[in-house]
């Protein structure tokens, strides 16, 4: 699935839906699913919405799940309501239906989707309640997707910011339910921002937010945590790749960061994390000495794990540190003294 709201990681199930997933099996009486659907608070039918189409479209059924989603919505909407709890059904649906078009691939009437339900929203103007914030934070989610595919990266962008206040809004409420969507959007920025200064900001600025998710024992957390480590890690690989050592170490320092509150255990990631940084430290003039020290102290690790190709890379990457101030065997003997 593409990285659009519609991925189970992007928002937990934190409702009961199990009566209304029942109801749906065992019934095509849509009034009665309607009449179910209306009794219930916005978040568990929201989360019911979600549940039913991500089954679909894992099971390949995305034309099914499309189907179902404009059958329920005009169910919902066919007395005419446009307001309070049947609007925000209404968007919802419309919020969904655009994430499964951009699912298929079908960006232009994912884009009109979207505006359709833009113009939803905007009906009720200066509105902050969850139900409200929850909808838009999701769609402008997705319709970064769309200017991101399309290269209008400022538009996308301006989106993402959008959708990561508004995330980190509702996480101060219930971190439970939004702590994921918030570093989802975080980790879909580091992708889509080019301007590597504001996107180092950006990480910084929700550093704190996002360790303070680590400490949740969620599921949902971890994966998207796991995700936004693989995002940092890939970002210093490519400054380092550039030759701009000291933007990498940031981003395989804060990855490493990120990653160690994952894993209680040390881990073959945290070693090749851990020498990728190493490696940028040994070109920096300030940094050389602690980048040999890690190397060093990760050559012990790579032996005590086994990992054999981890162990010849350092070597390589040591031997080939010409530099005369870096007295490697000298070093090495301090950190592991006969």
Known sequence: MKSISLEPVFLQITTDIAPLRTLLKRTRAMAEVRHAIGAVEFNTAYDFFRATVIDMVERGEIDRAIFTINEIDAL??????????????????MQILTALYIEKGANEEASSTAAATLNLLAQEPKRKD????????????DIAYLHNDRKEYKQAERELEKSLKIFERLAKLNPERYATPHVMALNAATAVYRNRVKQAELLAHYQVATSTYLQMISSGVEDAAGRLVESLTSEGDTLAQMGRHREAVQYYTRALKYLTKLEAEFSLQQLRLSISLGESMLHIAAMRDKGVHLLNTMLHKATKINATEEHRRIVDILYNAKSRSLDILGLWHKVFPK
């Open 76 to 93: 919902i909407t066919r007395n005419g309501e446009e307001e309070g709890y049947v609007l925000n059904l209404h968007a919802a649906l």
């Open 130 to 141: 969850e139900p409200f914030l929850a909808i838009l934070g999701a769609l402008l989610y």
